[in-house]
């Protein structure tokens, strides 16, 4: 009885180590997303994010230059948002989607871009206006809105008053190119199928 309690033990914790080794496969394929947290007020956005390069991009912070109440960030309290001009975003290497959530004071365009600068997607904001308390009726602010293209995007712009000045952006996600990388639903059937025939093997022992 001792020894078929210690090997049950043993088969308990080489279980609960497959699930945690799951676990982190799910965490390491999960598409990176920014939040723009930690940068102080009214900092100017560049290359800040490894792999990221960043124009016309200034940080607001509620209850300092952000108007939180017309432009609620969708986490924590930074957004980034248009300054001077149409936001752009260049990838060190191409990806497959980019996202996030907008808050906007005039119609918006999400523009992605190939490594050659050909217009490859492009999606445009549901409505002219989607501030929290003077929006358009029947708009919420942090719309998200996405593109995608699967030969790659190099590039993308974010348009709203040429001028900038015009729209927050909070909870960027894009899914970089990657390759020979399991989807998580593959990883967790795999190590299924190691532990729930050995876990049976331990435990024929003792029938």
Do not use: H
């Not at 947290?37 to 124009?55: A, C, R, V």
């Not at 999400?110 to 929290?132: G, K, M, P, R």
């Not at 998200?144 to 952006?169: E, H, M, Q, R």
């Not at 390759?179 to 024929?204: D, G, H, M, Y």
């Amino acid at each position: 009885m001792q020894f078929g309690a210690k090997l049950m033990r043993k088969t308990g914790w080489l279980c609960l180590g497959l699930v945690y080794i799951s676990l982190l496969a799910i965490t390491a394929c999960a598409d990176p997303i920014i939040t723009f947290e930690g940068f102080p007020d009214s900092t100017l956005l560049t290359n800040q994010y490894p792999g990221l390069t960043f124009s016309n991009t200034i940080i607001l912070s509620a209850g300092i230059s952000l108007n939180e109440f017309e432009f609620p960030p969708f986490s924590g309290v930074n957004v980034a948002s248009d300054n001077g001009g149409p936001i752009s975003i260049a990838f060190a290497s191409p990806v497959l989607s980019l996202g996030g959530y907008f808050t906007y004071s005039e119609l918006l365009t999400l523009q992605a871009f190939d490594a050659s600068d050909n217009l490859v997607a492009y999606v445009t904001s549901a409505f002219a206006n989607n501030e929290a308390l003077s929006g358009d009726p029947g708009s919420t602010p942090n719309e998200f809105l996405a593109v995608s293209f699967p030969s790659g995007i190099a590039f993308a712009i974010i348009t709203a008053d040429p001028l900038g000045g015009s729209f927050a952006l909070d909870d960027l996600t894009y899914t970089p190119v990657t390759t020979a990388i399991p989807e998580p639903t593959s990883v967790v059937l795999f190590l299924s199928v190691i532990a729930i025939p050995l876990a049976k093997r331990q435990l024929n022992l003792f029938v």
